[in-house]
């Protein structure tokens, strides 16, 4: 990447709590049907699943689009070398629970405007979300600990970049970016539109 887009190019990328990922694609991917379990059982029955689950996906979806192969999951010695590796490489990692709030930082670092900013949402999942108790939770958390382990570096990480910007500040852009963005969708007239779920016969295919 760095030969294709030379000296003085800025690296982000966002990332999202690997329990509310891996709850994302269970729903995407329709894995309830796939295992004929819904995600709570399967949190529950984490070490029977576990061994099935390795062999039909890959489970840590962060550190997978890092580019971090399933075998080296377990070494955690490995992780924690990956994500130093990954702080000297980005210049900044945004967190999509504080999406509002990563944008801004993003602009800050680009030195954007609002009109940078600008999006309107037109396709989006409905709020069905498997429901899961804060016990599982838990125990979904133990068992993607590699992706936790990175997600919580950065969080931290995003945390000092807020502190260092200035709440105060952070607060007063966001609530302005979030007027901007009303007023382009008020002009635009953008309606949402139903979100249809892809066939779950596609996860059986993929994964026969």
């Known amino acids: ?21 891996f709850r994302s694609a269970w729903d995407y991917f329709n894995y309830g049907k ?10 529950e029955g984490i070490d029977t699943s576990r061994g099935k689950l390795e062999i039909q996906i890959n489970h840590h979806f962060l550190l997978h689009d890092f ?14 070398t990956k994500i130093r590796e990954i702080d000297d490489n980005f210049d900044l990692i945004l967190i999509q629970e504080r999406f509002e709030e990563s944008m801004i930082l993003l602009k800050d670092l680009l030195c954007w405007d609002n009109a940078d900013l600008l999006h309107l949402k037109l396709n989006h999942a409905p709020n069905t979300k498997s429901k899961l ?13 590699a992706d936790i382990r990175v997600y919580d570096y950065f969080y931290k990480k995003f945390q000092q970049k807020v502190q260092a910007f200035g709440e105060n500040m952070l607060n007063v852009e966001t609530m302005k970016l979030k007027e901007d963005i009303k ?20 996860v059986r295919d993929v994964y026969k």
């Open 34 to 43: 796939f295992y004929n379990l819904t995600l709570q059982q399967f949190a």
């Open 183 to 202: 007023n382009a969708k008020d002009v635009c007239g953008v309606k949402e539109v139903k979100y249809v779920y892809p066939d779950s016969t596609l």
């Open 1 to 21: 990447m760095y030969s294709f887009l030379g000296e003085g190019a800025v690296y982000f990328t966002m990332i999202r709590h690997p329990v509310d990922l």
């Open 133 to 145: 108790t804060e016990e599982g939770r838990k125990t979904l958390s133990a068992f993607l600990e």
């Open 67 to 80: 580019g971090i192969p399933e075998q080296d999951i377990n070494d955690l010695k490995f992780i924690d």
